[in-house]
């Protein structure tokens, strides 16, 4: 069974980067799409962005001057990073699999932006 | 950006009823739609995929049919489970996107 866990800073100063880890478990990260994405609180889902294991990636246009994913496939791991936070980008954060649909899901991480 | 649109924003039933959730799309989505569940403090589940494929392990009573802007995902008979939040998901353009949600609770 893939298992997917996510882990980085739940408290990020505005102006400054959130960058998060997607650890995989249970199943080869490569082949795959693996994808970010976003819920503030008692709001609906954003989808920031996703990867292929080689590496190629399709963001957001909303955000894609901010962001930045990457891949380790020999840590079975994919990471975001997004630069000059705000408040609005408060959310809890997803990494899921799936090249259009998200089959599988981590357990989010809330992400808070203090100013 | 394809945006989707869900209603009722609210659903009031009783166990044991018939649930039909609406999903409208601003331009056509061809059959690239999906549905997810979520409960609160939980990662979305998804039921429903290309439309009107069950995802595996999701029970018969949820099935999805439409095409182009359209779509519905049916709840033949409520379970005291199946009281959560759903949205639908296009994948026909990027960026992928999500309606606002439909909240199933408990009448």
Do not use: H
């Not at chain 2, 595996?56 to 005291?80: C, H, M, Q, V």
């Amino acid at each position: 069974q893939v298992q997917l866990q996510e882990s980085g800073p739940g408290l990020v100063k505005a102006s400054e980067t959130l960058s998060l880890t997607c650890t995989v478990s249970g199943g080869s990260i490569s082949s795959y799409y693996w994808n970010w994405i976003r819920q503030p609180a008692g709001k609906g889902l954003e989808w920031i962005g996703r990867i292929y294991s080689s590496g190629s990636t399709n963001y957001n246009p909303s955000l894609k001057s901010r962001v930045t994913m990457s891949v380790d496939t020999s840590k079975n791991q994919f990471s975001l990073n997004l630069n000059s936070v705000t408040a609005a980008d408060t959310a809890v954060y997803y990494c899921a699999r799936g090249q259009g649909w998200a089959d599988y899901w981590g357990q989010g991480t809330l992400v808070t932006v203090s100013s | 950006e394809i945006v989707l649109t869900q209603s009722p924003a609210t659903l009031s039933l009783s166990p044991g009823e018939r649930a039909t959730l609406s999903c409208r799309a601003s331009q056509s989505v061809r059959s690239y739609l999906a549905w997810y569940q979520q409960k609160p403090g939980q990662a979305p589940r998804l039921l429903i995929y290309d439309a009107s494929n069950r995802a595996t392990g999701i029970p018969a009573r949820f099935s999805g049919s439409g095409s182009g802007t359209d779509f519905t995902l049916t709840i033949s008979s409520l379970e005291p489970e199946d009281f959560a939040v759903y949205y639908c998901q296009q994948r026909s353009n990027w960026p992928f996107t999500f309606g606002g949600g439909t909240k199933v609770e408990i009448k």
